[in-house]
């Protein structure tokens, strides 16, 4: 037999081991596999994640809870003041992945690994992300008509926070404090954020990470991007399988009080319907008074603290926020907890002296430089990338139109507003980053 053949034969036999759920046989074929260097069918790469979630979880199932767990997350529970005792004691668990959830969703969004690093992600789960545009859509054009009546200068005002958020494209720092800033941002960034979040939830998920009670650090956290990206992950997930109760405390870190309103009551119109069993507690401080987080942030508390595009571009205001962030890890990161980073590539790479990435070795040695100037040590990282390659791409808007899923309820608010004439579609240039101390 040649190696084609024999490859070939060593993939019907394990198919035939895995429906007949001969895991034993199974195992040892996807070994013989991998050790003749053939490309990994679908459903080989599927048994493989499929064994290394079962290692994963057991690892995580027989860690041993910190002593004073319990006491900390009931003193954080107490200050959102919204728990009722009939709740009861809810379990520590972790939820298992489901594997036809995980097929699913691989090939709803598209997901091809095109190395060991990056994904190229081009589709989407239209059943929950149209739905969710189209009442975002519904709540910006209702807010925005109820303030046009109350407003004699709504156009000035829109135009002060279009050119504000413009300056990201220009490689600056908006300010975001400009009245209509909640609504510009909603439109323009939101759900590609969310978007990236929810991939982000996805992979944690998928390494078996997740736990059903969960307490997350929003830092810089806007309208609340990371809870929705968590919220409609588990709102996909409804139809595979039964979700475990879920008890998830959210804490939002951020600056602008108008983002968390707005945010705040989207979510009570969109997600709370959804029977989300979730409590927020709002923070309206800026990062940088450190003396005031200090004395608010629970220690040693949370199983989550995410940054997600909160890097900044002006060198000084960025080398502050490391420090800061770095002494957030420290102070309210659970011993077993995780650092969940989302940075877009320009702004890891651009700090050191990097334009473009070329190989893996070198992607690794930058991201795990990154982390170590935050304090951490790596765990994993994948770049989310929309056209499957750190080269770009030479015509990315017919890209784009040919390939990316169109926003196609914000795109008419974003032409008016922006006063652009193509729309926006879904896309990925993301570096998600998963940290310990």
Not at 18 to 40: D, F, P, R, T, Y
Not at 78 to 99: K, R, V
Not at 264 to 282: G, K, T
Request: one cysteine or more; proline letters at 3%; charged letters at 25%.
């Amino acid at each position: 037999m040649n190696n084609p053949l024999a490859n070939w034969w060593r993939s019907v036999k394990f198919n035939e081991a895995v429906k007949s759920q001969n895991n034993g046989l199974a195992k040892k074929l996807l070994k013989e596999i991998q050790n003749s260097g053939a490309k990994l069918s679908w459903e080989e790469k599927l048994f493989k994640d499929q064994l290394q979630l079962e290692k994963l979880l057991a690892q995580k199932n027989n860690r041993i809870k910190e002593g004073d767990r319990q006491l900390a997350e009931l003193e954080m529970q107490l200050s959102f003041g919204e728990l009722n005792d009939s709740l009861g004691p809810i379990d520590e668990l972790t939820l298992f992945p489901d594997a036809k959830f995980i097929e699913y969703i691989s090939k709803s969004f598209k997901l091809i690994e095109c190395d060991q690093s990056m994904i190229q992600c081009t589709g989407i789960d239209d059943k929950v992300f149209n739905n969710f545009e189209q009442h975002l859509s519904g709540f910006i054009k209702n807010d925005l008509n109820k303030l046009s009546r109350e407003k004699n200068n709504i156009d000035s005002l829109l135009e002060q926070a279009v050119d504000d958020i413009q300056k990201l494209k220009e490689g600056q720092d908006p300010q975001y404090n400009f009245e209509l800033s909640p609504h510009i941002y909603l439109m323009r960034y939101f759900l590609d954020n969310v978007y990236c979040t929810y991939l982000a939830w996805f992979l944690i998920y998928k390494a078996g990470l997740l736990p059903t009670k969960v307490n997350i650090l929003d830092i810089a956290a806007g309208p609340g991007t990371v809870a929705y990206g968590l919220g409609l992950l588990l709102q996909s997930s409804s139809e595979f399988f039964a979700t475990p109760p879920m008890h998830i405390s959210y804490y939002s870190l951020e600056q602008q009080k108008a983002f968390q309103y707005r945010g705040l009551q989207f979510w009570r119109q969109y997600m709370e319907p959804q029977a989300m069993n979730a409590y927020f507690r709002f923070d309206t401080s800026s990062i940088f008074d450190r003396d005031s987080q200090s004395q608010r942030l629970p220690k040693k508390f949370f199983d989550f603290i995410v940054i997600s595009h909160c890097f900044f571009n002006d060198e000084e205001r960025r080398e502050k926020s490391l420090q800061i962030y770095k002494d957030i890890f420290t102070n309210s990161l659970t011993d077993s907890g995780y650092a969940l980073l989302i940075i877009q590539e320009k702004k890891l790479l651009k700090p050191y002296n990097i334009r473009q990435i070329d190989d893996c070795q070198q992607e690794l040695s930058v991201v795990k430089q990154f982390v170590t100037d935050l304090g951490l040590n790596l765990v994993w990282y994948k770049y989310l990338s929309a056209t499957g390659s750190r080269k770009g791409h030479p015509n990315f808007a017919k890209f784009a139109r040919e390939n990316l899923s169109i926003q196609k309820f914000i795109s008419p608010l974003f032409r008016q507003h922006f006063k652009l004439n193509y729309d926006l579609n879904y896309k990925l240039d993301d570096y998600v980053i998963l940290a310990k101390k």
